[in-house]
């Protein structure tokens, strides 16, 4: 008897969750700049083959427009790959449900690599750098600390940055205030550095 109610206890959590229904999800909420992210959902009267309307809209825009029609497969669901240059808020709809806004955030592509001794920074997004900076960040016990601020300039240029003898690991950081209107903080991945 003890083993059938744990049983039930145990499979009952589960049977609700297979229930729950959300007409519009995604698989990451924050992207890089060129990456793509999948929309998906699942209607509440799970019925196939009916439309939804996927609208979309980028930051400065004052509306919605129609972005997709698709059709819901088993069980009422669908998916959709996108790719947003900048921030982007969606809605999924059909004639009888329409879901919440969801906002797709955009990070600029950064990159720090390093060549012959001497570092390039590079940011690329829909907005312009030239005269805003990233810092240069290295890896400390405590998290990463600040090592140079590096003005940015419409060709990349070559830099140094002072490390001590031994490893580091760094990466460029571009701050939230310097990533431009509709992008959030981006970051490069870290470079080993040996000296």
């Not at 980028?58 to 919605?64: K, L, Q, R, V």
Request: charged letters at 20%.
């Amino acid at each position: 008897m003890r083993i059938a109610l744990a049983l039930v206890f145990v499979l009952t959590p589960v049977a609700r969750a297979a229930d729950a229904s959300e007409p519009l999800l995604a698989s990451r909420t924050t992207i890089v700049f060129g990456g793509e992210v999948t929309l998906f959902g699942r209607f509440t009267n799970g019925f196939a083959d009916q439309p939804v309307i996927l609208r979309e809209k980028e930051y400065g825009d004052t509306a919605y427009s129609t972005l997709a029609v698709l059709t819901t497969k088993r069980g009422g669901r669908w998916r959709m790959t996108v790719t947003p240059a900048i921030l982007t808020s969606y809605l999924a709809s059909t004639e009888n449900e329409r879901s919440a806004p969801l906002d797709i955030h955009v990070r600029p592509r950064v990159s720090l690599t390093r060549n012959r001794g001497r570092f390039v920074a590079r940011v690329v997004s829909n907005a312009t750098y030239e005269h805003r900076f990233v810092l240069i960040q290295r890896r400390a016990q405590r998290g990463w600390t600040r090592i140079a601020r590096i003005v940015l300039s419409r060709k990349p240029r070559r830099f140094n940055v002072p490390l001590p003898l031994g490893v580091s690991r760094l990466r460029a950081y571009l701050p939230r205030s310097q990533a431009g209107a509709g992008y959030v903080a981006g970051f490069s991945s870290a470079i080993v550095v040996r000296r």
